[in-house]
């Protein structure tokens, strides 16, 4: 999996290999904020609504899970 750009200002492209990806968006706490599933590849994802921070986003199919840390720079 590849996340672009990281740290982003709002808006990140994710390039899986997987047919269909569902992610999760979590705090570093470990509370879940948003989650979904990735349309076409790559796939756009919006944090132009989460506050500057660092975030950590799990992408996951059937056979795979992926973690990224993404910095949130708006």
Known sequence: ?????????GNIEIWYPDKKMHY????MNGIKLKSGKLTGNPGFLSFKDFK??????ECFSENKTYLEKILINN
Not at 24 to 27: H, K, L, T
Request: net charge negative.
């Open 1 to 9: 999996m590849l996340v672009y750009p990281n740290p982003s200002q």
């Open 24 to 27: 999760n968006i979590y705090a």
């Open 52 to 57: 500057d921070g660092l975030y950590l986003l």
